[in-house]
Structure formats: C-alpha cells, structure tokens
C-alpha cells in the first residue's frame, strides 16, 4: 500500500479498481460510513454496485470526481 493510501485508509485493491468500500468512501470524504450509506438510499452522489447480498462497492472513479479528487492525488 502507497503511503498517502495508507493514510487515509484505502486499502490496495479499492486503488487497483476492485472499489471502494462504504467505510473506504466514508474516510475520502471525511463522513461516517452510516452517511455514506444514507447519501446512497436517497440519491445524493456516487451510487453504490452491489455485489453480492450484503456487500457494495463504490466506482473510485466516480467517488473521486464527486469529491473533487484528483486520481493522481488519492493513489500517488
């Protein structure tokens, strides 16, 4: 894991493209994940992919944009 990665607590396959969890999110935009999970029940920003029956992944991509991260900034 990149040291800045690791400060902010994205783990290494969120930074490959696996996703963002809705804690890894959550620590991006310096909210709680329970605000991350109600940001997504009534529509406001990125929208989570479910991948299985109780797991979700956000698009790092369109996380970042809507934080108004740079892609280089978050993974360098």
Same mark, same amino acid.
């Given at each position: &894991?990149? !040291?800045? /990665? @690791?400060?902010?607590?994205? /783990? *290494? !396959?969120? &930074?490959?493209? $696996? +996703? %963002? =969890?809705?804690? *890894?999110? @959550?620590?991006?935009?310096? $909210?709680?994940?329970? =605000? $991350?999970?109600?940001? @997504?029940? $009534?529509?406001? +920003?990125?929208?989570?992919?479910?991948?299985?029956?109780?797991?979700?992944?956000?698009?790092?991509? *369109?996380? %970042?944009?809507? %934080? !108004?991260?740079?892609?280089?900034?978050a993974?360098a």
């Open positions: &894991m990149s !040291n800045e /990665s @690791a400060e902010i607590g994205i /783990s *290494e !396959n969120a &930074m490959e493209g $696996v +996703g %963002l =969890t809705r804690r *890894e999110f @959550a620590k991006l935009a310096r $909210v709680h994940p329970d =605000t $991350v999970k109600r940001w @997504a029940r $009534v529509g406001i +920003g990125p929208q989570p992919h479910k991948i299985g029956p109780r797991l979700v992944r956000y698009d790092r991509g *369109e996380v %970042l944009e809507y %934080l !108004n991260i740079s892609p280089a900034g993974s």
